[in-house]
């Protein structure tokens, strides 16, 4: 595919070990082009997701694109940093650091803004991996300017499955249930939500899975090895040895939609009251509201083919 077709992508995250995977495999597919990086708060502070960034985009060894921090607060609710998945630095605590590479002046709101005040109608795709605040942002201060863009992918929502924060609420949405809210409410046409039901079951990289990737390359190896928190955890969670890649299959299923197995367009709408089922996703699956869908759901992909893919982003290459 020339340089001229690959589709125009802007990656909005806060990156810990389970982005980073998702970074490096779109930074590793020839058919689109990642215009440059957004980055808020979530799993880590924004500085340290801002780093966690750069140094998987040289860890990727493909280009480079611009990474421009952005909030670093939610809207209303106070961060809970999820230290506990990805460890203190949200890669694993192993001591990976950016070695050239610095983040870009600019705030990532605006340069979102700016892009697409320039863009033609649909131009530009949105994947967001982190929570919706810079999002929000950008549709707080121009609604219309956010609306040309194409598909907005997001990694959120537990989907029809229980939650990986709370009973009822998957991380993303929960850390800024407000501003989901914003995004869901914003009438905006092409909204993907891909839950946390996506990456389960079959989807979840088995032992086998890990081993293979981990010794296809030193990017496979970083893929992992940046992922051992989460993977400890797992052990105790499903009592085996397996990772639940959100991130990656959020980004499969936007960068690679033959994977996707089970979708819908459905009414949903974000809980922001004071209660246990904050943050939740509520999907109107049948029609109970008699509201138009608002957002498509993802919540099944084809385990082999998500994983064919996921394996010819990140394997078999050694690092240029």
């Not at 280009?63 to 998945?85: Q, S």
């Not at 121009?142 to 863009?149: D, F, M, Q, R, Y």
């Not at 929502?157 to 990986?164: D, H, I, K, M, V």
């Not at 009822?168 to 891909?194: C, M, P, T, Y």
């Amino acid at each position: 595919m020339t340089e001229k077709r690959r589709k125009k992508i802007i990656i909005d995250t806060d990156c810990g070990s389970d982005d980073a995977m998702a970074i490096a495999m779109a930074l590793n597919d020839p058919a689109y082009e990642i215009l440059f990086f957004t980055v808020t708060a979530g799993n880590v502070t924004r500085d340290q997701a801002v780093r966690n960034t750069l140094t998987t985009i040289e860890k990727a060894g493909t280009y480079e694109p611009p990474v421009y921090a952005g909030a670093d607060r939610m809207i209303l609710k106070e961060l809970a940093f999820a230290y506990e998945t990805h460890g203190m630095d949200g890669m694993g605590d192993l001591g990976f650091t950016p070695e050239r590479l610095l983040p870009a002046e600019g705030h990532g709101v605006w340069k979102l803004l700016e892009a697409l005040r320039a863009s033609e109608e649909g131009e530009i795709d949105i994947i967001t991996l982190g929570p919706l605040t810079n999002l929000a942002l950008a549709l707080r201060l121009e609604p219309e300017t956010v609306k040309k863009a194409g598909r907005i992918v997001i990694m959120g929502g537990a989907g029809f499955g229980g939650g990986n924060v709370t009973a009822a609420a998957e991380f993303n949405i929960w850390q800024d249930g407000e501003a989901a809210r914003i995004v869901l409410e914003a009438g905006l046409k092409n909204v993907i939500l891909v839950g946390w039901d996506a990456c389960l079951g079959d989807c979840m990289l088995n032992e086998e899975e890990i081993g293979r990737l981990r010794e296809s390359g030193s990017l496979g190896r970083f893929a992992v090895d940046a992922n051992r928190v989460l993977m400890e955890l797992n052990r105790q969670r499903f009592g085996q040895d397996c990772l639940d890649m959100a991130d990656p299959a959020a980004m499969a299923a936007a960068l690679y939609p033959d994977c996707i197995r089970e979708q819908g367009r459905y009414y949903c709408q974000v809980d922001t009251s004071c209660g246990p089922s904050y943050g939740a996703v509520l999907i109107d699956r049948y029609g109970f509201s008699g509201k138009e869908p608002n957002a498509t759901v993802c919540s099944r992909l084809w385990a082999d083919r998500y994983k064919e893919y996921l394996f010819r982003t990140l394997g078999g290459r050694e690092k240029r």
